[in-house]
Structures are given as structure tokens and as C-alpha cells.
């Protein structure tokens, strides 16, 4: 496998770093010290520009290539762990009780300041590289938070490339595929009101149980009847809160769940048979509900050139027959979505090996993925830049 030599060499370095990283989690936006880590690492890399406080905690590297060009790349990683016991017994596992890297972003961290320090010790292409580190995307749409901070066009930003770990793929191992890869996702909460009571003259009340176990079993049929077969959708109710007596009839029960597609026509048919579901079904038991329907994370969409590209790149590192170009799309939800809305880009999937599932208890990034990884960020910048 054709890793880069340079990156070989910084192998034992990058996984110190990543360690570090991973004894010591921060959640969404309150990534303080791993933003400070990051932006040290980058002045010490002597990077052209370093701009901390973008997305409120994001930080920013520039890297001018030693050829003139006006070309712009950006390059992505995040920075922010789960609200998660860990449970590796690792040496180097959390140090912050009920914090943990189990999405693997210690390593997406560590890999782009790996390539950060190669493309700025060697600078040898044209234009201008410039790496991103987020905030806030389990959840808090840290992406999001630094376009609205101007990154894009404060950088001159013109394409946008992201990386994720993948569990299950073979260390060594690329996947990727044009459009549509990664789901929307948007937040359901019904709060359903009904008439409490004794258990005992359920003919005097209007039971929110029994409301909200129709909406459940309801809402189930829009996936099944509404949506067209061939196109994806999820909708899950996975939050049923009601009651606290065997022999009361509750007033009030709340549901919350995750409404998920491909597409932003199935996006607004789910959101739209939602509401009529939740709203016909408690009119008809005599009961009143009130859906918020919180649109989140939308559709990650690779572009197409870009992706052939960034597969070829690759192909280079891997070797063409590791790389699946056109893997199946995911039903998780990713922020760089926001990225990819503003400018052509794409992104991948890096093998992981046999590990636990993200967002597991037992999860670890694997560090033989980093000179995959790190490999992959600086082919990349050199071939985008090649002038
Ligand atoms: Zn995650
Ligand atoms: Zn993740």
C-alpha cells in the first residue's frame, strides 16, 4: 500500500497525539482544550494563518503551497466526543466521567493535524490548503456554526473534502459514492393531552397511553403506504414518556423520535404525513396533540466530479480495488452536509477494522487507520493543488 513515506515516519507522533486526545473528551461546542491543542500543534507547524473562535470553538489552519495558484481547499475533521461511559480499559481511556471519543473524531482530529504538518513542512503544491476543525457535530451542527461565521468566504474556500472512520471496513479500505450519501435528519415531539382519571372508569377520561401507542403504531404507516418503495425513509419513535400509577390514567404523554430520507421530497412528505397522522389520530380518540417538528441535519450530497476524484486519490493510496465507489447510502445523519451545500466536495469513508460500532461503550478509533488517513489528506491537497 503506497502510504506516503513522510507520513510513515510521523505514524508513532500522529497516534500520541490522537491518544491524548481520547483521554480527554469534550462535548458539542465546549471543546476548549482540544481547540488549544489543535491551534498549538498548528503555530508549531508554522502554518501561514491560524484562527481560533470560528463556530464559536472551531479553529482554522492556512497553508500557502511553495507555487503560486489561487486555488482553495479545504480539508475537515471534528473535534467533539459523546456523552458516553467508556468501557475499553485502553491505557489511554478517558479521563472525564461519562465522556468518550466513541465516534472516532480523536482520530479525524489527529489525522488532519498529521496532514497539517506534512503539507506544511513540504508545501508542495499550488495555492492554497486550508484544514478545519469543528465543533459540535454530534448533534450541535458545529459545521453549520463556522459557515455562519463566514469560513467559506473568508478563506476563499472553493471545494470541501470530510473523512469518517468506518467499522466494520478492512484497515486499508476506501467507500464513497456520488450524491446522495448520508440522511436528513429532523427531531419529532408529541405531546399528547387527553383527560386523566381513576384506571377504573376509563369511560371518563381520555387515556394519552392509549393516543400515543395509536400514533406509534400509526405513524409506522407512512414509511410502509406513503413513501414510494424505492426511495429510503425511517421515521422511529424511540421516546414513549407517560404515567406513574397502575391505576391512574395518565393526562399527558410526550413521544420523541427521528424522522430520516434521502431526498428533500421525501423529507417534506414525512414531515407533512407526520402531522396529519399525530393530529387525525388524537382528534380521532378525543384527545389533542401538539407535534414540534425540528428540522436538523439536511441530506449529505457528494458531488459528482469531486468524488471521482477524491476516489482516485483514493485508489492511489489503497490501491483502486480497495476503493467501493459506489457503497450504499447511510441512514446516520452527518453536519458536513452543511458544507457540501455551499461548495462542490465529497465525502469518505476510511476503514476501521473489526471495531465496536460508533457511539459504543467499547468503541475505539484504530490507530493503523491513520496512515491511511493521513495519507489520503495530504494526496489529496497535492492533486487538487497540483497547479
Ligand atoms: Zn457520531
Ligand atoms: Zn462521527
Not at 456554526?145 to 473523512?163: N, Y
Not at 414509511?223 to 391505576?247: K, M, Q, T, W
Amino acid at each position: 500500500m503506497p502510504i506516503v513515506n513522510r507520513v510513515a515516519d510521523l505514524h508513532a507522533e500522529i497516534t500520541a497525539w490522537r491518544h491524548d486526545i481520547h483521554a480527554h473528551p469534550e462535548l458539542l461546542y465546549d471543546v476548549h482544550r482540544t481547540a488549544a491543542t489543535v491551534a498549538d500543534k498548528l503555530k508549531s507547524f508554522g502554518c501561514d494563518d491560524v484562527v481560533t473562535g470560528i463556530g464559536r470553538t472551531g479553529v482554522v489552519g492556512v497553508i500557502r503551497g511553495r507555487k503560486p495558484g489561487t486555488k482553495v481547499v479545504a480539508l475537515r475533521a471534528d473535534m467533539d466526543g459523546l456523552p458516553i461511559e467508556e468501557a475499553t480499559g485502553l491505557s489511554y481511556k478517558s479521563t472525564v466521567p461519562g465522556k468518550m471519543h466513541a465516534c472516532g473524531h480523536d482520530g479525524h482530529t489527529a489525522m488532519l493535524l498529521g496532514a497539517a504538518k506534512y503539507l506544511a513542512e513540504t508545501r508542495n503544491f499550488a495555492g492554497t490548503a486550508v484544514v478545519i476543525f469543528q465543533p459540535a457535530e454530534e448533534g450541535g451542527a458545529g459545521a453549520r456554526a463556522m459557515l455562519r461565521d463566514g469560513l467559506l468566504d473568508r478563506f476563499g474556500i472553493r471545494e470541501v473534502f470530510g473523512m469518517h472512520n468506518f467499522p466494520g471496513m478492512p484497515v486499508g479500505q476506501f467507500a464513497i459514492r456520488s450524491g446522495p450519501m448520508m440522511a436528513s435528519t429532523d427531531s419529532i415531539t408529541i405531546d399528547i393531552e387527553g383527560v386523566g382519571g381513576h384506571a377504573a372508569w376509563p369511560h371518563l377520561g381520555v387515556d394519552a397511553v392509549l393516543v400515543g401507542a395509536q400514533i406509534v403504531n400509526q405513524l409506522q404507516s407512512i414509511v410502509a403506504r406513503n413513501v414510494d418503495p424505492l426511495e429510503a425513509a425511517v421515521v422511529s419513535i424511540c421516546v414513549f414518556h407517560a404515567g406513574h400509577a397502575e391505576n391512574v390514567i395518565p393526562q399527558h404523554a410526550r413521544l420523541r423520535g427521528t424522522a430520516r430520507s434521502l431526498t428533500p421530497k421525501v423529507r417534506e412528505l414525512l414531515q407533512k404525513r407526520v402531522r396529519e397522522v399525530v393530529e387525525g389520530t388524537a382528534r380521532l380518540y378525543g384527545a389533542k396533540a401538539e407535534l414540534t417538528y425540528r428540522t436538523g441535519y439536511p441530506v449529505l450530497v457528494n458531488d459528482e466530479g469531486r468524488t471521482a476524484f477524491a476516489a482516485a486519490v483514493a485508489g492511489e493510496i489503497a490501491g483502486k480495488d480497495k476503493v467501493n465507489e459506489d457503497c450504499p447510502p447511510l441512514m446516520g445523519a452527518e453536519d458536513f452536509a452543511y458544507m457540501l451545500q455551499e461548495r462542490p466536495g465529497a465525502f469518505i469513508y476510511v476503514g476501521n477494522g473489526d471495531s465496536a460500532a460508533l457511539h459504543h461503550p467499547a468503541y475505539d478509533f484504530n490507530d493503523e487507520a491513520i496512515p491511511v488517513g493521513t495519507s489520503y489528506w495530504v494526496r489529496l491537497a497535492e492533486t487538487a493543488l497540483a497547479g
